[in-house]
């Protein structure tokens, strides 16, 4: 339950960063299981992973997990998460948990606080299938760094202009990526067709098959 100060917090900056979410023992058990992933992965298609031993089926629930490569220049410039899947509600946050402490040297978050009541800005990206906002008018230079520790929890909104610092150090930056929206939110167009998109964590969501299989259908 989040007090009173931690949601006036969100309300001003647009994310929070959380402690004791998760035991020790539940990181490691994270930890190595995402080590186990990824060392399936380098051999084999992602999907065909997925297919491997997991051990409950709450695993398949997040979205992405990321593991910033060492010695990396950014990859991740400022952004809206808006611009990769616009909702008409706003209702969509990002959950990053952190399995490594996070630095401006090892690729950590930037963020630009209170940037999400901009609402959503011009998009400047100029690859297909990518979106950055302005690099001139948010540098990550003047963006705040937001350095979590291992187990700890970073919640922020669709809008809030964020990035990530280039990974300088010489090992990976690990976190598990959910990005989640209230069901009774609507997208404003067809956006990512990920196997875990539309999953519901809590209730049921009336816009969405609960067959996997027939999970991008439109109910
Ligand atoms: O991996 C990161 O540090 C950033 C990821 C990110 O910004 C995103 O997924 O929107």
């Known amino acids: 339950m989040l007090s009173q100060t931690q949601l006036q917090f969100y309300k001003?900056?647009?994310y929070l960063l959380l402690d004791e979410v998760y035991t020790t023992a539940e990181i490691d058990e994270c930890s190595l299981e995402y080590d186990e992933i990824f060392a399936l992965k380098k051999n084999s298609e992602l999907e065909a992973t997925w297919r491997g031993d997991w051990k409950d089926e709450a695993s398949v629930i997040f979205l992405g997990s990321l593991n910033l490569p060492s010695g990396t220049g950014s990859a991740f410039p400022m952004h809206q998460d808006y611009q990769y899947f616009p909702y008409k509600k706003d209702t969509l946050v990002a959950v990053f948990i952190h399995l490594d402490d996070t630095s401006m040297e090892n690729g950590g978050l930037a963020v630009y606080p209170g940037s999400h009541h901009l609402g959503p800005l011009e998009d400047r990206g100029?690859?297909?299938g990518w979106h950055y906002v302005?690099?001139?008018k948010f540098p990550i230079e003047k963006a705040t760094p937001v350095n979590a520790k291992r187990g700890q929890v970073v919640i922020f909104s669709y809008l809030l202009v964020h990035g990530s610092y280039p990974?300088?150090?010489?090992s990976v930056r690990r976190m598990l990526l959910f990005q989640m929206m209230s069901a009774h939110d609507e997208k404003l167009?067809?956006?990512h067709r990920s196997p875990c998109q539309g999953m519901v964590l809590s209730g049921r969501n009336p816009h969405?098959?609960?067959?996997?299989?027939k999970r991008h259908e439109e109910c």
Do not use: F, L, V, Y
Request: glycine share 4%.
């Open 12 to 14: 001003d900056n647009g």
């Open 126 to 128: 100029n690859i297909p």
């Open 134 to 136: 302005d690099q001139d």
């Open 167 to 170: 990974n300088t150090s010489d």
């Open 189 to 191: 167009r067809e956006t």
């Open 208 to 213: 969405a098959e609960a067959n996997i299989k």
